[in-house]
Nanobody, 125 residues
Framework: QVHLVESGGGLVQAGDSLRLACAAS????????MGWFRQAPGKEREFVAV????????YYADSVKGRFTISGDNAKNTVFLQMNSLKPEDSAVYYC??????????????????WGQGTQVTVSS
């Protein structure tokens, strides 16, 4: 079992930055690819970013490339999502997740078995 707790969300203006954190407990953090997803009202949950368990490879949704950076700190068992140049369309509940099905594409929700409770990010114009 893996428990994930997100933090760092809030209300900011367009162009501002936020850093989200996901603290993991249970299984070793380094055993899993860790991803970030987001869900806006009335929309399906969508992939944002993932970092491989090795910590050396990252992948991003086209909508956030060049603005968001995912990173991990194995010593603290924490994954981060640095969000820069935020846009109103980035507003959503952000979730971190642990991937356990490497055969399923990293951008698909069903590749991940463990999820946090989410943290709200709101970006005003």
């Amino acid at each position: 079992q893996v428990h994930l707790v997100e933090s760092g969300g809030g209300l900011v203006q367009a162009g501002d930055s936020l850093r989200l954190a996901c603290a993991a407990s249970g299984r070793a953090f380094s055993n899993y690819d860790m991803g970030w997803f987001r869900q806006a009202p009335g929309k399906e949950r969508e992939f944002v970013a993932v970092i491989k368990s090795s910590g050396s490879r990252t992948y991003y949704a086209d909508s956030v490339k060049g603005r968001f950076t995912i990173s991990g700190d194995n010593a603290k068992n924490t994954v981060f999502l640095q969000m820069n140049s935020l846009k109103p369309e980035d507003s959503a509940v952000y979730y971190c997740a642990a991937r356990v099905r490497p055969a399923v594409r990293y951008s698909e929700e069903r590749a991940y078995d463990y999820w946090g409770q989410g943290t709200q990010v709101t970006v005003s114009s």
